[in-house]
């Protein structure tokens, strides 16, 4: 009976052990995408950078730019009646 309680034990231990090993695992995979989404240095080597409009305020002139290589987001302040003239 106490060979069995420890054998028990000990594939309770290596199965928490695995499960830790594999949550830390997937957090680091996790944060690693994250920061691959989130401007890492691949993203710098995106030169240069081609920008799409998303969108355009009429009011003020303020305007959202995204590459549409990387995804990096530009705010700008474009005066359209310039173009106009
Ligand atoms: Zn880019």
Known sequence: MVELAKTIFM??????VGLMIY???C?????F???R?????IKCLCKPHVYEIEW???NDGE???V????GKKKKLFIDFDSFRK
């Not at 957090?27 to 944060?31: A, G, L, M, T, V």
Request: aromatic content about 10%; some cysteine; proline content about 0%.
């Open 33 to 35: 995408s994250k920061w």
């Open 56 to 58: 355009h305020w009429v």
């Open 63 to 65: 305007t959202l730019l």
């Open 11 to 16: 594939a309770i231990g290596i199965f928490t």
């Open 23 to 25: 949550v830390v695992a």
């Open 27 to 31: 957090e680091i995979i996790d944060k």
């Open 37 to 41: 989404k989130n401007g890492c240095k």
């Open 67 to 70: 590459c549409k290589k990387c």
